[in-house]
């Protein structure tokens, strides 16, 4: 009849926060890998077609029951409310869909340094921190930089050297924690691709 509507998938499963508190904020090592590779694939995807996600965080990774998938489940990513489109759109009221430099979008706990600086360049490499940053949750059960104020919290991105994740658990596998420490570099010309 004309009316305007949404088809959105339905999911049946838990959120990546979920899984972390109910197992007590980490991960297996074997689970971070297998559910990072997928959140990688899917953004390598996104990036592929121009789109950075730019609030990559454990609520907006959701796990799905799929027995086809090794481990038995999908990861999913959701909420692209604030995801960036690379190419510029030049269309009827292209201003409104340009991100301003210095606007700050997305949640403290996970963004790069240039996303915290309110960078208008935020590119790909701001979804490769973020992905470090859950990652590094996963491994050891804490995000790297914890403050009051989300205020603080960016300026520890912008400013502190995080600590290495073998210092807070020397158990976490070398290999695993190098490349953590990479993608979580300040300078995103520093991080690997996805």
Known sequence: DGTAYIIMEFLRGDPLSVRLRS??????????????RQIAS????????????????????????????PGGERVKILDFGIAKILAEYEGPASEEFKTQTGMVL??????????CKGAGQVTDKADVYSLGIVMYRMCCGQVPFRA?????????????????????????????????GRMIAKDPTERPTM
Request: glycine share 8%; net charge negative.
């Open 23 to 36: 197992l007590g904020g980490r991960l297996p090592y074997s689970d971070t890998v297998r559910i990072s």
């Open 148 to 180: 009051d104020g989300q205020g603080e919290v960016m300026a520890m991105h912008i400013f502190s050297l995080p600590k290495p994740l073998r210092e807070r658990d020397p158990s976490v596998p070398e290999v695993l924690a190098n490349l953590v």
């Open 42 to 69: 899917a953004l390598a995807a996104t990036h592929g077609a121009g789109i950075v996600h730019r609030d990559l965080k454990p609520d907006n990774v959701m796990l799905v029951p799929d027995p086809e998938i």
């Open 106 to 115: 997305g949640t403290a706990t996970y963004m790069a340094p240039e996303q």
